[in-house]
């Protein structure tokens, strides 16, 4: 069964800071690696998704890495801004299924 | 496209009531799912449809929930009886299935609180 982790829980920056979530998951046969926005009391945004035969991919200043031998991806957000505070959450994805991670709430300090 | 559409956005009701939440999804695509979200637990699947059949619905807690889908435009999710412990916000989604990875879309999701 899949499990997805993400870490840490919560994050804090200033204002302009370059800075990286992580999220790892334990089986590495997936179909594709997704990170969803979500925003307090609404539903998520996907922002990126990396197939399971990418390595990344980028959406403005949003990078997302995918390394299947590690369990691992990774979402680089460059130079932060206080709107992208929200919860991001990746989701590993079998033939339908997606396995969600709890999510990282970021703060960005204006 | 208005994406996919929830209702109600907020439902407050008393344990031993029956609770129905609907769902349209984003015209053309052919699978619907259903989540709830905790605290607790995070996001978890309840129930997945492709072309409106019911494909997994091992995520479904318990008897007292039922899915339907009797159109590609309309979905619901019922709880019967209702209990405090069903308290969570529940997220409709959908996607084109074509085998290989595409995004899923969510709704605005029904935040449900059971007294």
């Known amino acids: 069964k899949q499990e997805v982790t993400q870490i840490p829980a919560a994050l804090s920056v200033p204002e302009g800071e370059n800075l990286v979530l992580n999220c790892s998951f334990t089986?590495?046969?997936?179909?594709?690696l997704q990170w969803f926005r979500q925003d307090p009391g609404k539903g998520l945004t996907s922002l990126l998704l990396?197939?399971?035969?990418?390595r990344e991919q980028t959406s403005g200043r949003l990078n997302a890495s995918l390394d299947k031998s590690s369990g691992r991806s990774t979402l680089y957000i460059a130079a932060s801004q206080p709107g992208d505070s929200a919860t991001y959450l990746c989701?590993?994805?079998?033939?339908?299924?997606?396995?969600f991670g709890k999510g990282t709430k970021l703060s960005v300090i204006p | 496209d208005a994406g996919v559409i929830q209702s109600p956005r907020h439902e407050v009701t008393e344990m031993g009531q029956e609770v129905t939440l609907r769902c349209k999804p984003i015209?053309?695509?052919?699978?619907l799912f259903w989540y709830r979200q905790t605290m607790m637990r995070g996001l978890e699947l309840l129930i997945y449809?492709?072309?409106?059949?019911?494909?997994?619905d091992s995520g479904m807690p318990e008897d007292r929930f039922s899915a339907k889908m009797p159109n590609a435009s309309f979905s619901t999710l019922k709880i019967q009886p209702s209990e405090p412990r069903d308290s969570a916000v529940y997220f409709c989604?959908?996607?084109?299935?074509?085998?290989?990875?595409?995004?899923?879309?969510f709704g605005s999701g029904t935040q449900l609180s059971v007294l």
């Open positions: 989604a959908s996607s084109f299935h074509s085998g290989e990875g595409e995004k899923l879309f």
């Open positions: 089986d590495s046969a997936i179909y594709n």
């Open positions: 990396i197939q399971s035969s990418q």
């Open positions: 989701a590993g994805a079998g033939s339908y299924q997606l396995t």
């Open positions: 015209s053309g695509h052919n699978s």
């Open positions: 449809f492709n072309n409106n059949v019911p494909i997994d």
